[in-house]
């Protein structure tokens, strides 16, 4: 237990793994943005009311949801309704999945590296 206590090592290898996810997290949240950034009545920012929110509102809701899909919580509030949104959808979940099953299985192989 001590050891893993005071080693400064695990900390540090481990946070690259959260930058990652937080770079991931970005691109697709602006991708996501991107797609539902148009005139179209059935986009998820006119569905969910945010179309009239500034622009920092709109990046927040879209992170929400990022963040949802990628850990695969998904709690409805915000949803996909034109193609493209649900494409992406798809795709960010496939990724998302994929994503945390390295960084964990990761994490746990320096858990057991320590032991």
């Given at each position: 237990m001590t050891k893993f206590v005071n080693s400064d090592n695990f900390i540090l290898s481990v946070f690259p793994l959260y930058i990652l996810i937080?770079?991931?997290?970005?691109?697709?949240?602006?991708?996501?943005?991107?797609?539902?950034?148009?005139?179209?009545?059935?986009?998820?920012?006119?569905?969910?009311?945010?179309r009239a929110e500034g622009l920092d509102d709109r990046y927040?809701?879209?992170?929400?949801?990022?963040?949802?899909?990628?850990?695969?919580?998904?709690?409805?509030?915000?949803?996909?309704?034109t193609f493209g949104e649900m494409l992406a959808t798809v795709i960010f979940t496939f990724v998302g999945?994929?994503?945390?099953?390295?960084?964990?299985?990761?994490?746990?192989?320096?858990f057991d590296d320590l032991a």
């Amino acid at each position: 237990m001590t050891k893993f206590v005071n080693s400064d090592n695990f900390i540090l290898s481990v946070f690259p793994l959260y930058i990652l996810i937080a770079l991931i997290s970005h691109i697709f949240c602006c991708i996501w943005y991107y797609i539902a950034d148009s005139p179209d009545p059935d986009s998820w920012i006119n569905r969910s009311g945010y179309r009239a929110e500034g622009l920092d509102d709109r990046y927040y809701a879209s992170l929400y949801f990022i963040y949802t899909t990628l850990t695969t919580t998904g709690y409805g509030d915000i949803v996909p309704f034109t193609f493209g949104e649900m494409l992406a959808t798809v795709i960010f979940t496939f990724v998302g999945v994929t994503v945390h099953s390295v960084i964990y299985s990761s994490m746990l192989q320096k858990f057991d590296d320590l032991a």
